[in-house]
C-alpha cells in the first residue's frame, strides 16, 4: 500500500502502543501516581524521509482522509479533531524541542488496531508514534522519559489538558508487567499482576472523544478550583496551586487525611462562579482570566467537593493495589477486584464519568466471573478493564458477548464489538528495514 500511495518504499517503521489504566482514573493531571500497562493493540507507521519540505500522510484505514503540508508551516486546528492533526502534535513536539525551523520532509502511511475512541489512547499512541518518527527522521536521540515528556506537552496543542499518563506508558512500558508511573519527576516501577487472573477489554461501543466535548476539560477545571480553595482553607499560598496532589504536599499529610480536610472545606453542593470567586477574593473578571481556560469559562456550575473527594480516594486505591500486588496474599484477586469495583462506583458517582452503557457492562462483567470491573480512560463512552480468574476466561468471554453484544435489537457493528483479554505489552520502539 505504500508503494501505491507513495511510489516508493519506506525507510523505517515505528510503532507505539494503546495503553489499559487498570487503576487510577483522572488523578495524573491532578499530580498523582497512576497504574497502567501497555496493550498489544498498537499504532505502527511506516515511513521514507523525502529531500523536499512536504509532509504527506496517508492511513490504511480509508475513513481517515489522506493529509500534505509543509513540514515549516505546521498548523494545528484545535476546533477539529481530525486524525493527522495528532500526528502534527507529535512533530511539533519534537520541531519545539530542538528549536528547528526547518523540517525534512517525509511520506508516512499509518496504520493502527487500538478501537478508536474507546478510551484505550489510540490518539495518545498516534502523538507519541510521530514524536519517534520525527526524532528518527532527524536523526537526533532523546530518552524515553524526555519523549514522553514532551508528547505529552504537545498533544495539549489539539486543547486536551491531559495529564502525561498515556504518554508515559507507551514509552516506557515493558512486556509481561504494569507500572506505577509516578509524576514530577516521570519514573516508572514494575508492578507485577497476579499469575492466577487476566485483564479482560471489553468496548462499551459507545464512542467518546476527548477532544471534542468538553467534560474532560471541565474536570481538570474543577479540580484546580478545588485545590484553591482548599489550599485558601488552609491558608496556603494559593494562587500558585494548580493540582490537588500540590496540597497535599504542602500540608505533609496522608490521603486519608485530605480527605477529611476535603469535608471540612468544601461543601457537596455544587459552587458557582460568584460564590469562588467570594472564597477566594477575587473577582468574576479574575477568574475567567487567570484561572479558567478558553473552553471553561462560560461553565456556571462546578462541582468541587465531588471531584476532590474522588481524586484522594482514587491515589489511595492505585497505593493500594500496588502494595496488594507486592505482598500477594491468597486472596489477592478478589482484594484487587474489590478496589476496581470502588474506582468505577467514584468515577460514576463522584466524578460523573460514566455513561449507562459502561455502567450495565460493568454489571454484565462482574455477573459473568469478572472480580472486579470498572471503566478505564476518560470515560463517557470506551471500554471496561476487569480482573478475570484465568480459569474461568472462556466462559466469561462467551457469556459477556452474548448480554452485552447479541442484542436483540442487532444495534452494535460487529466491528466495534471488541471483547479480548491482554498481557502487558512492550513500549514505543523503531524498526529499521533489514
Request: with cysteine.
Amino acid at each position: 500500500m505504500f508503494n501505491s500511495k507513495f511510489g516508493s518504499i519506506p525507510k523505517f517503521y515505528v510503532r507505539a502502543p494503546g495503553r489499559v489504566n487498570i487503576i487510577g482514573e483522572h488523578i495524573d493531571y491532578c499530580g498523582y501516581s497512576v497504574l497502567p500497562m501497555a496493550v498489544e493493540q498498537d499504532v505502527l507507521i511506516a515511513v521514507e524521509p523525502v529531500k523536499t519540505y512536504a509532509l504527506q500522510l496517508a492511513n490504511t484505514n480509508p475513513l481517515y482522509p489522506d493529509f500534505s503540508t509543509s513540514a515549516n508551516n505546521v498548523q494545528i486546528d484545535k476546533t477539529k479533531p481530525l486524525w493527522h492533526n495528532y500526528f502534527l502534535c507529535g512533530l511539533k513536539g519534537i520541531q519545539e524541542h530542538f528549536g528547528l525551523s526547518n523540517l525534512t520532509g517525509m511520506n508516512c502511511l499509518v496504520d493502527g488496531n487500538i478501537p478508536p475512541s474507546s478510551g484505550l489512547s489510540s490518539s495518545s499512541a498516534l502523538v507519541c508514534c510521530a514524536g519517534l518518527v520525527t526524532l528518527t527522521v532527524l536523526g537526533r536521540s532523546l530518552s524515553k522519559v524526555e519523549l514522553a515528556e514532551i508528547c505529552a506537552k504537545s498533544e495539549r496543542y489539539i486543547g486536551t489538558e491531559g495529564g502525561g499518563m498515556d504518554q508515559s506508558i507507551s514509552f516506557l512500558a515493558e512486556e509481561g508487567t504494569a507500572k506505577l508511573i509516578e509524576f514530577s519527576p516521570l519514573r516508572a516501577t514494575d508492578v507485577k499482576l497476579p499469575s492466577g487472573a487476566v485483564f479482560v477489554i471489553a468496548n462499551s461501543c459507545v464512542e467518546m472523544n476527548k477532544a471534542a466535548t468538553s467534560h474532560f476539560n471541565i474536570r481538570v477545571m474543577e479540580c484546580r478550583l478545588a485545590a484553591k480553595l482548599l489550599a485558601k482553607y488552609k491558608s496556603l499560598q494559593w494562587d500558585k496551586v494548580l493540582r490537588l496532589e500540590e496540597v497535599q504536599a504542602k500540608l505533609g499529610i496522608s490521603l486519608e487525611e485530605m480527605l477529611s480536610v476535603t469535608e471540612d472545606a468544601l461543601h457537596p453542593e455544587p459552587y458557582n462562579p460568584e460564590e469562588i470567586c467570594r472564597c477566594l477574593g477575587i473577582s468574576l473578571e479574575e477568574l475567567r482570566t487567570q484561572i479558567l481556560s478558553p473552553n471553561t469559562q462560560d461553565v456556571l456550575i462546578f462541582k468541587l467537593y465531588q471531584r476532590a473527594k474522588h481524586v484522594y480516594s482514587e491515589a489511595a486505591r492505585v497505593l493500594q493495589f500496588k502494595k496488594i500486588c507486592e505482598e500477594a496474599p491468597e486472596n489477592m484477586v478478589q482484594l484487587l477486584g474489590e478496589l476496581m469495583n470502588q474506582s468505577h462506583m467514584s468515577c460514576r458517582d463522584m466524578y460523573e464519568c460514566s455513561c449507562p452503557e459502561l455502567d450495565q457492562l460493568v454489571d454484565i462483567c462482574r455477573k459473568f466471573g469478572a472480580q472486579g470491573s470498572r471503566l478505564t480512560g476518560a470515560g463517557w463512552g470506551g471500554c471496561t478493564v476487569s480482573i478475570v480468574p484465568a480459569d474461568r476466561l472462556p466462559s466469561f468471554l462467551a457469556n459477556v458477548h452474548k448480554a452485552y453484544y447479541q442484542r436483540s435489537d442487532g444495534s452494535l457493528a460487529p466491528e466495534k464489538q471488541s471483547l479480548f483479554a491482554t498481557k502487558p505489552g512492550g513500549g514505543a520502539l523503531v524498526l529499521l528495514e533489514a
